[in-house]
């Protein structure tokens, strides 16, 4: 019998007799039961196995299931990935609350998810709306690796994007991809300025205080850091990069124009997405994904300047860029639309193209993110079709990138944390 059907008839005949001035007898009134089925929320508390020492673990947000799988690090190594578990995630069980991108620290203690609301269909009429268009705040979370519960919530703005501790473990940085906030400027007639604006939330670790709140630019979503924790780059959806000084309390903010000949908020030209960093030798640079066109375009933050290159510091890439990953100037980035991964070689002053693999007939639909692993393979998370799981793909490093092994996820997996536990 459906929830309400269970509960109101009592409700309405107690409530009836009362209103005639009948005496009521409470032991004689119908239990009243306010049980949901197991299938519609979350299933009881649970947890997986906490890595010991050594080990490791994968963390994917699933954005539709309101929940998180935790693979086995070692065994994805192997190219045989194993989920461990699949557990809830989020502040309200009947409520679908779009857990968006995840972060683990060093320490191997906590695992960080970005709450954002943002749903389609979700929840008990709260207007969350699609990706970028809610308008419930939202949440940056902390998770206990020993026992998978939430440890702290800290409340943010709508929409939260990307989700990021920097390297020395004292800031998470969480953006806010708002494009409610271009939209209803554009619907007043303001094309540029502050009311398009969206925000970054720093948070002190220690504290998992109140945030500082920064204004960046419109609809900022990735974010990078550099190795040394000195400065942040976020995309925004102006066709610019954000550069933030994380070194001055003020948080001192710079946009740099990515296009010589940039769209607008409204209607970017290259839709900036996602940021990779790429540390090497005396140079950082963040790699701007474009989703719009599939460019990527290399922003020198060394030192803490900041230029946009357009001197063939630009990648082309076969479909929308979307994340990627960078070690000793080997780039590997996700693709959709054609759905692949190309990898280049950035050590020169121009970057170079190396391989791509192409995904179709593979058990790989909206590859999202790719990362290298430590021991050398690729890690993908793919979004698939938003109504059967996703999955999580070992691809061979070297081309042609043989499919390893493949496991299933959750709904509309976007993202991955990697945390091994020291010896």
Not at 84 to 98: A, C, I, K
Not at 224 to 238: H, L, M, N, W, Y
Not at 265 to 275: E, G, L, R, T, V
Request: some cysteine; hydrophobic content about 40%; glycine content about 10%.
């Amino acid at each position: 019998m459906p929830r309400l059907a269970r509960v109101l008839p009592p409700l309405l005949a107690s409530t009836a007799l009362a209103a005639a001035g009948c005496r009521l007898d409470p032991a004689a009134l119908p239990e009243m039961s306010y049980a949901v089925p197991d299938a519609e929320v979350w299933a009881a508390p649970a947890s997986v196995p906490a890595p010991g020492p050594g080990e490791g673990r994968i963390y994917v947000t699933n954005n539709l299931d309101d929940s998180y799988s935790v693979l086995d690090l070692d065994a994805a190594e192997a190219g045989a990935p194993l989920v461990l578990g699949r557990l809830p995630v989020g502040l309200t069980p009947v409520e679908r609350e779009g857990p968006h991108h995840v972060a683990a620290d060093a320490s191997g203690s906590y695992v960080y998810v970005g709450i954002s609301n943002f749903v389609p269909g979700a929840g008990v009429g709260l207007p969350h709306g699609n990706h970028g268009t809610g308008t419930q705040p939202g949440y940056a979370l902390r998770l206990r690796v020993d026992n998978s519960r939430v440890d702290t919530s800290v409340r943010l703005d709508p929409n939260p994007g990307d989700i990021r501790l920097t390297p020395d473990g004292r800031l998470l940085l969480v953006t806010h991809f708002d494009v409610a906030k271009i939209t209803a400027a554009t619907a007043a007639g303001i094309e540029s300025g502050p009311a398009l604006d969206a925000r970054l939330a720093i948070i002190d670790v220690a504290s998992m205080d109140l945030p500082t709140m920064v204004t960046l630019c419109p609809a900022p979503h990735g974010v990078g850091i550099t190795a040394d924790s000195r400065t942040a780059v976020t995309s925004c959806q102006s066709d610019e990069a954000a550069v933030v000084d994380l070194t001055d309390d003020g948080f001192p903010v710079r946009r740099v124009s990515l296009l010589d000949a940039p769209g607008t908020a409204a209607s970017p030209a290259c839709a900036p997405y996602a940021i990779t960093m790429d540390e090497q030798p005396g140079r950082s640079t963040a790699w701007v994904s474009c989703y719009a066109d599939g460019r990527v375009v290399a922003v020198d933050v060394t030192g803490g300047a900041a230029t946009a290159a357009r001197d063939g510091r630009v990648l082309q890439l076969q479909g929308r860029a979307i994340f990627g990953h960078a070690v000793l100037g080997r780039l590997v980035i996700a693709h959709q639309g054609t759905d692949g991964i190309s990898v280049f070689d950035t050590t020169g002053d121009a970057p170079t193209f190396v391989s791509t693999r192409p995904l179709v007939g593979e058990p790989c639909v909206l590859p999202h993110y790719a990362r290298w692993s430590e021991g050398g393979s690729i890690f993908l998370v793919c979004e698939g079709d938003k109504r059967t799981p996703g999955t999580f793909l070992v691809l061979e490093a070297a081309a042609p990138h043989a499919v390893k092994g493949s496991v299933a996820l959750g709904l509309f997996p976007d993202d991955m944390a990697v945390l091994r536990r020291a010896p």
